[in-house]
């Protein structure tokens, strides 16, 4: 049954490696021009898709208290904010380096605790910080096209401010999905994602060009592409939900460690199918440098999983 779980808990950062490269695709094919806005809003509409699905599921969806549902809105709000610094970051460097960055999320969380809770930090937790901060620091040096040094701080920053996000909405829909239970949580999640997206729709009249020339221009790979990546992000959230009420916070977010190296294997493989996409750095310098990076921070995931 553990190893079950275990196997179970790997399927979500896989889906959410896909994802990684269909976002990726979509900006620099498609969304060029107010990408990241456009791809929210697709993303925030598209949820309504999973609402039919989840009340199937559990019809007592509605039978919800007003204190949980105010808390999965938090949640929703949240989540557009991660997307938005996420899009960001994977709109001006690549997927391996964008996502290497979510394994500072356990350190966000310990740390949250420390300050907010009470809770003691050992040394090997310490250790284990280091050697994940350590991990993703390798990252923000990199050569360009030119051979010159590259200093990533925009993606630092954009990415800082998307694991703690994520951090912070792990907590606070695992203690809703445990007084109400996972369905009721995701679908007023994706309600909230929904009345976000219709807001941004109505408010942001570039975003609404651009989500309008999308749907005129390239309708069906756009669509196409949207519809896949939602239907597997979504997926994987519900994989992810379950799996986080059958074991602790820490160790979901150790087999999302395993997100890294899965967008790494996916974009090679991409880049030796489909190289015009350039989803993928592929000298030797930087692939060394990456693997390193996801080695030393997996390392410190699995330290922190052990506690």
């Known amino acids: 049954m553990e190893v079950g779980v275990y196997a179970l808990?790997?399927?979500?950062?896989?889906?959410?490696?896909?994802?990684n490269h269909i976002d990726k695709i979509l900006l620099q094919e498609y969304f060029?021009?107010?990408?990241?806005?456009t791809l929210i809003l697709f993303s925030a509409?598209?949820?309504?898709?999973?609402?039919?699905?989840?009340?199937?599921i559990d019809p007592t969806v509605l039978e919800v208290e007003r204190g949980s549902i105010l808390v999965l809105a938090l949640v929703g709000c949240m989540n557009?904010?991660?997307?938005?610094?996420?899009?960001?970051?994977?709109?001006?460097d690549e997927p391996t380096v964008v996502i290497i960055f979510y394994q500072i999320v356990p350190v966000i969380a310990l740390v949250l605790g420390?300050?907010?809770?009470?809770?003691?930090?050992?040394?090997?937790?310490?250790?284990?910080?280091?050697?994940?901060?350590?991990?993703a620091l390798l990252l923000i040096v990199a050569f360009d096209n030119r051979g010159r040094l590259e200093f990533k701080f925009?993606?630092?920053?954009?990415?800082?401010?998307?694991?703690?996000?994520?951090?912070?909405?792990?907590?606070?829909f695992k203690v809703v999905a445990l007084e109400e239970n996972i369905w009721r949580a995701l679908f007023w999640e994706h309600v909230a994602l929904v009345c976000i997206g219709i807001g941004i729709f109505f408010i942001v009249p570039k975003y609404r060009r651009s989500f309008a020339a999308a749907w005129t221009d390239n309708s069906l790979p756009v669509f196409g592409l949207n519809g896949l990546n939602e239907s597997l992000y979504i997926l994987g959230n519900?994989?992810?939900?379950?799996?986080?009420?059958l074991v602790p916070v820490s160790l979901t977010l150790l087999m999302n460690s395993f997100q890294p190296l899965f967008v790494l294997v996916l974009g090679l493989v991409i880049?030796?199918?489909?190289?015009?996409?350039?989803?993928?750095?592929?000298?030797?310098r930087n692939l060394l440098q990456k693997l390193a990076a996801i080695l030393m921070t997996s390392l410190g995931a699995y330290q922190l999983g052990e506690w």
């Open 9 to 19: 808990a790997l399927i979500s950062p896989l889906l959410y490696a896909a994802t």
């Open 32 to 37: 060029q021009d107010g990408g990241v806005g």
């Open 45 to 56: 509409l598209l949820s309504i898709l999973a609402l039919p699905v989840l009340f199937l």
């Open 80 to 92: 557009v904010l991660l997307l938005w610094c996420y899009l960001q970051a994977m709109f001006h």
């Open 114 to 135: 420390y300050f907010f809770l009470g809770e003691t930090i050992d040394t090997s937790q310490i250790l284990a910080m280091i050697a994940i901060i350590s991990g």
């Open 154 to 172: 925009r993606t630092v920053f954009y990415m800082l401010v998307a694991s703690s996000c994520w951090a912070t909405e792990s907590v606070l």
């Open 238 to 245: 519900s994989i992810a939900a379950y799996v986080v009420m």
């Open 271 to 284: 880049y030796w199918l489909v190289p015009s996409l350039k989803v993928q750095e592929v000298s030797r």
